[in-house]
C-alpha cells in the first residue's frame, strides 16, 4: 500500500471520517488491484475515509484494511444484488457525513470531488449521484458510483427499464427515487472505447468489465459493431491502464 494511502488509513483510526466508502468483491484475481486503486485514489482525493466490503469468494487476507460486513459463496450472477442490499442495511445503521458504493472497478480521480459534487446536487435539489450509462444504453440509476449523504437513497434492485433503443432491459438499479437523482454523464476528453474506460462527471473512473469477462448491453446488441474493430480490446486497455493509471486516466480527461 501507498504512504498516502497509509496516512488516510491511519487518520481513520484516530477519529471516524466523514466517508464510508463500500464495495462487493467476487472471487476475481483482478481483485488485488481493483483494491489498490480504490485505497489510493480515495486517498489522494477525499483524504480519510472507512472502506467496507461485502466479499463473495475473494480472498479475505487481500481486505486487512477494509471492514468486511458480509460474506457469500452464490453464483455470480446473484453476487451484485446481495451484495449491493448487505451494503445499503449497513449503511443504514451508521452515521457518516458521506456514503459512496462503487463498483470493485471504480473510484473518484478528482480532488475534492465531495464537495464539487454536493454543490452539484445542492444546486439542482437533488439527494443522490449516480452514473447514467448512455453509452452503454442505459438511462437509470447504475450502482457502479451512488453518492448521498442520506443512507435511506441506497436502495438496489433489479428492475425492468426502458433503454435508449426503446426495448426493456433487467439489471441492477438503484431504485431511490428518480426524482431524486442527479445523473452522472461520459465526460471523457478522449475516448478509449465506446462503453469501458469511462470517467463520469469528471469525477469517477469506471473501468467496466473489471471484473468479469467482457460483454455489455450494447455490445451485446452488436451497437458499435462497426466501430470495435477500430478500438483497442478489454485485454489492451487493462494492460495500459496497470502499466500507469495516473498517466492513463490524465489522457483520458
Not at 433489479?158 to 435508449?164: Q, V
Request: glycine share 4%; aromatic share 12%.
Amino acid at each position: 500500500m501507498k504512504a498516502s494511502t497509509l496516512r488516510a488509513k491511519l487518520a481513520t483510526r484516530k477519529q471516524r471520517p466523514d466517508l464510508l466508502v463500500c464495495s462487493v468483491f467476487a472471487d476475481e484475481e483482478r481483485n488485488r488491484f481493483w483494491l489498490e486503486m480504490q485505497y489510493d485514489w480515495l486517498a489522494r482525493t477525499a483524504g480519510a475515509f472507512d472502506h467496507a466490503v461485502f466479499l463473495n469468494c475473494a480472498d479475505e487476507t487481500l481486505f486487512r484494511h477494509s471492514r468486511i460486513i458480509g460474506r457469500a459463496d452464490i453464483p455470480r450472477n446473484g453476487t451484485h444484488i446481495t451484495g449491493l442490499r448487505a451494503i445499503a442495511a449497513y449503511c443504514q445503521t451508521t452515521a457518516y457525513k458521506y456514503y459512496l458504493v462503487l463498483d470493485s472497478d471504480c473510484f473518484p480521480i478528482l480532488p475534492d470531488w465531495p464537495d464539487i459534487l454536493l454543490k452539484s446536487m445542492r444546486r439542482s435539489g437533488k439527494s443522490f449521484a449516480a452514473p447514467a450509462r448512455t453509452e452503454n444504453l442505459d438511462i437509470f440509476p447504475h450502482p457502479s458510483a451512488v453518492f448521498t449523504t442520506d443512507a435511506r437513497c441506497l436502495t438496489f434492485g433489479i428492475r425492468k427499464s426502458p433503454s435508449l433503443l426503446g426495448t426493456k432491459v433487467r439489471d441492477v438499479i438503484c431504485t431511490a427515487p428518480r426524482a431524486f437523482w442527479f445523473p452522472l454523464l461520459k465526460s471523457n476528453r478522449v475516448t478509449v472505447h465506446p462503453v469501458l474506460s469511462t470517467v463520469y462527471y469528471g469525477i469517477f473512473y469506471h473501468h467496466g468489465c473489471g471484473s468479469r469477462e467482457f460483454g455489455t448491453r450494447a455490445i451485446t446488441a452488436g451497437y458499435y459493431d462497426h466501430l470495435l474493430d477500430t478500438f483497442p480490446s478489454d485485454r489492451e486497455l487493462m494492460e495500459q491502464l496497470r502499466m500507469d493509471p495516473a498517466r492513463y486516466i490524465a489522457q483520458l480527461c
